[in-house]
């Protein structure tokens, strides 16, 4: 599968969780493991397709755990203690932790 259309499935997937019918504002918090091009492509082509298919107002806030694992769980609880919409996370760890952290909002894993 390309890498457009697993972003497009992504991007369906990730909205799906949202109510987008509604006028309210969707915050996607955003968190990548490390700080690489392959990691920059992945965030910039998920919020572009998002905000390509949704007409809806899209927040990004996208963050860097520089791969650091106490980064990372601090960033997790940042994201649970702003309560966005969706959490979405970049590769296998980030998305596990939050599993494990994170119970009361939807979590997307992209790119695990």
Do not use: C
Not at 29 to 43: D, L, N, T, W, Y
Not at 70 to 87: E, S
């Amino acid at each position: 599968m390309k890498t457009g259309a697993k972003l497009l499935l992504t991007a369906a997937l990730t909205l799906g969780f949202v109510t987008l019918a509604s006028a309210k504002d969707t915050t996607i918090f955003v968190i990548a493991p490390v700080e690489i091009k392959a990691m920059g492509e992945i965030v910039s082509g998920y919020k572009e397709r998002l905000t390509e298919e949704y007409s809806t107002q899209l927040n990004f806030i996208v963050k860097n755990a520089q791969g650091d694992i106490n980064i990372q769980r601090a960033l997790l609880q940042q994201a649970k203690t702003l309560h966005p919409d969706i959490i979405t996370t970049i590769a296998t760890q980030p998305a596990q932790m939050a599993a494990s952290m994170i119970h009361d909002t939807p979590i997307v894993a992209v790119a695990a």
